[in-house]
């Protein structure tokens, strides 16, 4: 199985920063997708930054400017940097992989716990 393990979230205030870290393990042959997802109490859960191969990156219009997602290929990691954060980011966040176990197989989404970020005016 892949496990995905997240650190660095915690309490910020407003204009604050955090850098939060998600590392891929397990049975891995290839990623070609990893992203950043979040869900406040009460909404659904969104896309916050995703990168692909080729280190494309795409942003939700509410992080961009204030957010850099990047990867570590060599460590299967991928990060988050938070700047300038808002009451409004305040979410658990959920790192996601597209991975490939094997080469005969397809790839499949997995997802770590999730980290609470909890940003304070």
């Known amino acids: 199985q892949v496990q995905l393990v997240e650190s660095g979230g915690g309490l910020v205030q407003a204009g604050g920063s955090l850098r939060l870290s998600c590392a891929a393990s397990g049975s891995i042959f290839s990623m070609n997708a990893m992203g950043w997802y979040r869900q406040a109490p009460g909404k659904q859960r969104e896309l916050v930054a995703g990168i692909i191969s080729g280190d494309s990156t795409n942003y939700a219009d509410s992080a961009k400017g204030r957010f850099t997602i990047t990867r570590d290929n060599a460590k299967n990691t991928v990060y988050l940097e938070m700047n300038s954060l808002k009451p409004e980011d305040t979410a658990v966040y959920y790192c996601?992989?597209?991975?490939?176990?094997?080469?005969?197989?397809?790839?499949?989404?997995?997802w770590g716990q999730g980290t609470q970020v909890t940003v304070s005016s």
């Open positions: 996601n992989a597209r991975v490939r176990r094997q080469a005969s197989m397809r790839y499949s989404d997995y």
